[in-house]
T-cell receptor, first 115, second 114 residues
């Protein structure tokens, strides 16, 4: 099956620092999404990207859809303690005729913020 | 803000028993999904459902699994004859026609098979 390689696996940063994480794939995706998951909860959608090269922001979060359509990155600026959690990238490809928009997830980046 | 809800939050069952996990998708959404997440691992796709039928399923979704939309609001996942390796968090998600890729997840049901 399709694999998304997400890095880094985990990171420890000081409050106020900027963070960058990325996701790469051997396959092309139509859409890239970034989710955040807190312990014991479901993934929460942060950003959706639809076009190659697209750069989208959501508050302190900025994400980009790679030109090759095989990668994406997420930046968090001026981190705060509530940014702690696991960040997942997800790629989506519409399956023609199936009416399905299955998401393929990366393994996640666990972010810890030191106050 | 509308959200996906799931019940129960935690289900403990014995190996071989049947379980039904319930979800109420966001009301104007028409695409429904089940995903699972084994502890500490990534989220994996199980099945998608649209227009009252399965539109796609993964290799994980074998004959042991079934889904149903019994009425206008509920979406269920049935697991027959549970196995130890079925222990995981099960997430329901839904998306709307206008932005089908943007899937909104419920809080999950933690299934523990003993």
């Amino acid at each position: 099956g399709q694999q998304l390689n997400q890095s880094p696996q985990s990171m420890f940063i000081q409050e106020g620092e900027d963070v960058s994480m990325n996701c790469t794939s051997s396959s092309i995706f139509n859409t890239w999404l970034w989710y955040k998951q807190d312990p014991g909860e479901g993934p929460v959608l942060l950003i959706a990207l639809y076009k190659a090269g697209e750069l989208t922001s959501n508050g302190r979060l900025t994400a980009q859809f790679g030109i090759t359509r095989k990668d994406s990155f997420l930046n968090i600026s001026a981190s705060i303690p509530s940014d702690v959690g696991i960040y997942f990238c997800a790629g989506a490809r519409f399956h023609s005729g199936a009416g399905s928009y299955q998401l393929t997830f990366g393994k996640g980046t666990k972010l810890s913020v030191i106050p | 803000e509308p959200e996906v809800t799931q019940t129960p939050s935690h289900q403990v069952t014995q190996m071989g028993q049947e379980v039904i996990l319930r979800c109420v998708p966001i009301s104007n959404h028409l695409y429904f999904y089940w995903y699972r997440q084994i502890l500490g691992q990534k989220v994996e796709f199980l099945v998608s459902f649209y227009n009252n039928e399965i539109s796609e399923k993964s290799e994980i979704f074998d004959d042991q699994f079934s889904v149903e939309r019994p009425d206008g609001s509920n979406f269920t996942l049935k697991i027959r004859s549970t196995k130890l390796e079925d222990s995981a968090m099960y997430f329901c998600a839904s998306s709307e026609v206008a932005s089908p890729y943007e899937q909104y997840f419920g809080p999950g049901t933690r299934l523990t098979v003993t």
